[in-house]
């Protein structure tokens, strides 16, 4: 097998950095594991959690009696032969290319969950729930979602040049509730930095909808929604419209990268270095450049 596809694959799969990370060093044979450190130290080259073997790479994640209990909760007996039986990197492969599902989550974002966590399997698919809401596109209700919108525009030109972002963890919400949170943080940050002429762009027709319908006051969003239409009407120039999802790749980047980080809002100042590119590609690809200014 050649090597470069299973990289390919592991850059591209639906999990977060860290977990593309962890991937990459695992099948280069590059993580921390004790019977590399033992090469250069005192420490014993014997695996913590089982003691009856060396950690090696795969033993650490695949191998190890304890970690294999964890990976026959979730994989079919059928299936148990080839998998604990493949190369390290085929391994990988296979895993991220299986097209299979547990409880309907597909298995290519619960691999690199399991393989990340040594965590009992209830613990592991709630995490892979929390990842599915944010690599699906079917929406569903009462679900850990994620939220984030990215604030990025130039006064004074047609630059586009990057100002500041930021990311929310809002825990288990209904999907357009957390739509509306972005759209409540987004021109309040805007607000409190003194920027007067903002455009704020969102993928959610619904939330958007939602505070221009002035039926919805009764509705169980009420609250934020009224928030938001406050901040609309102080004295500034705001305009929120509709963008097409594959034209918002850096907010919904920034939205799956903040599963990883903590509850609550998280500023930006700078674009993170592997979402540079998805940035960009948002302002290549923009098809309604204006200038908020300010």
């Not at 130290?41 to 950690?55: I, M, W």
């Not at 406050?230 to 963008?243: A, C, G, N, S």
Request: hydrophobic share 40%.
């Amino acid at each position: 097998m050649e090597s470069r596809p299973v990289w390919n694959i592991i850059w591209k799969a639906r999990t977060i950095q860290r977990n593309k990370m962890l991937l990459w060093r695992l099948g280069h044979n590059k993580l921390p594991t004790r019977d590399r450190v033992a090469s250069w130290s005192n420490v014993s080259p014997l695996c913590a959690r089982c003691g009856s073997s060396k950690e090696t790479n795969i033993h650490m994640a695949r191998d190890c009696l304890k970690f294999v209990e964890v990976w026959k909760a979730f994989i079919n007996p059928k299936d148990r032969s080839l998998f604990f039986y493949l190369p390290t990197q085929e391994w990988i492969k296979w895993n991220l290319k299986r097209e299979a599902s547990f409880y309907g989550i597909p298995w290519d974002i619960i691999f690199p969950i399991v393989a990340s966590l040594y965590e009992p399997h209830c613990e592991i698919l709630q995490q892979a729930k929390l990842h599915a809401s944010a690599w699906t596109s079917e929406v569903k209700k009462g679900v850990n979602h994620r939220s984030s919108l990215n604030l990025a525009w130039e006064k004074g030109n047609d630059k586009g040049e990057w100002l500041m972002g930021f990311m929310a963890k809002v825990g288990t919400a209904f999907v357009v509730s957390v739509e509306l949170w972005g759209l409540f943080y987004g021109p309040k940050i805007a607000w409190e930095k003194g920027w007067r002429r903002v455009e704020v762009e969102s993928d959610s027709m619904t939330a958007i909808n939602h505070i221009n319908d002035a039926q919805v006051l009764n509705h169980a969003l009420h609250p934020i929604i009224q928030n938001i239409r406050e901040l609309t009407l102080r004295d500034w120039e705001i305009k929120i419209k509709f963008i097409l999802r594959v034209k918002n790749k850096y907010a919904d980047s920034l939205a799956k990268h903040s599963l990883s980080g903590p509850m609550g809002l998280n500023s930006i100042e700078h674009p993170s270095v592997f979402l540079k590119k998805k940035l960009l590609l948002d302002m290549v690809n923009s098809c309604d450049l204006a200038d908020p200014g300010g």
